[in-house]
């Protein structure tokens, strides 16, 4: 049975190890401008990288969250077709360099991220502000609700989890606009990993909450790094709603198809089906370590994740073909 054929089953396990080697070529390219203190040619060169390994892979995928609007990007526009045309037809959500300032800062927490899904299953989601809470796996269902206080969703959490909420942390992004947030956070006891940029990195960390120490992520970002973060959620829970507050928006949501502009979205509504997501480290983090460089080798560190099995590979790979970047 080939790729084409297996389809109808869901995304083809091949994939798996695929989508892997598209985040490390994006992540090495970045990786070498780490600290430079230039955030659009780290981009640009991690955008090359992960393109040139998208036209190789046996699908025909279109972007549909990518670099931003046709003639606005260089390359991985919305709506681009990349692969070789042979194989099946997905949807495709990436971000080659998730936390451009971080990498040219050289802080941590910078990643190459993709996320492959069976075609139609990605919610096209307009570049506005979603506000999202997002858990790891291993919790109730419905366990938390975005139209609740921080202090309820806080207290189920530490509750299922069997701790006080003096011992949960929440993630959020370091922003005036969670000031309130903060606040009411804070009330109640609970502690806060404050983050200046990659609030997909902040969501996918909820999912290793033991190795990572963040059990829960609050506040507003992008819808599209929303999608992404959705396709890492898969194995847990997120709920998010997009932030239309103003007339131009619900017009530019309702080209793209959305039509109740309140709806709350679950993590398997925008990222529905068979999906693979992965992550690869290019700053070191708290969840995967950045690129290492060494004389006769290059070392990566990659989260991957499909959600039919509910599967999560960490894969540490050495690489001694430097050619091949």
Excluded: W
Excluded at 186 to 213: F, K, N, S
Excluded at 224 to 245: N, S, Y
Excluded at 252 to 280: C, H, N, W
């Amino acid at each position: 049975m080939n790729i084409a054929q297996n389809i109808a089953a869901g995304l083809d396990r091949i994939l798996t190890m695929e989508v892997v080697r598209v985040t490390e070529r994006a992540a090495v390219a970045a990786a070498r401008l780490r600290g430079r203190g230039d955030e659009k040619a780290a981009d640009q060169v991690a955008v090359d990288a992960m393109r040139q390994e998208l036209n190789r892979l046996a699908i025909k995928g279109t972007v549909v969250i990518g670099e931003g609007e046709r003639d606005e990007a260089p390359m991985l526009y919305i709506g681009e077709e990349v692969g070789t045309g042979k194989g099946p037809a997905v949807d495709i959500a990436l971000d080659p360099l998730e936390g451009t300032t971080i990498c040219a800062k050289n802080l941590p927490n910078a990643l190459a991220v993709i996320a492959i899904a069976e075609k139609g299953s990605l919610l096209f989601a307009p570049d506005v502000y979603l506000d999202k809470i997002a858990i790891g796996p291993g919790y109730p269902e419905g366990l938390i609700d975005i139209d609740a206080s921080p202090a309820e969703n806080l207290a189920n959490l530490a509750k299922a989890k069997g701790v006080a909420v003096s011992d949960i942390t929440a993630c959020i992004l370091d922003r005036p606009r969670h000031a309130k947030l903060i606040d009411a956070v804070r009330a109640t006891g609970a502690a806060i990993r404050l983050i200046g940029d990659g609030d997909v990195a902040g969501v996918i960390h909820t999912t290793d909450p033991d190795e990572t120490g963040i059990d829960i992520y609050l506040g507003t970002g992008g819808a599209p790094e929303g999608v992404l973060a959705a396709a890492a959620l898969r194995c847990g829970q997120m709920q998010g709603r997009l932030i239309l507050d103003t007339p131009e928006k619900v017009a530019r949501a309702e080209k793209m198809g959305i039509s109740d502009p309140k709806r709350v979205y679950r993590a398997q509504d925008m990222a529905r089906g068979d999906v693979l997501f992965a992550a690869t480290g290019v700053t070191d983090g708290n969840l995967l370590d950045g690129v290492k460089f060494g004389r006769t080798f290059i070392t990566t560190h990659t989260i991957v994740l499909r959600s039919s099995s509910r599967t999560v590979r960490e894969i540490k790979a050495r690489h001694q073909d430097l050619d091949k970047f």
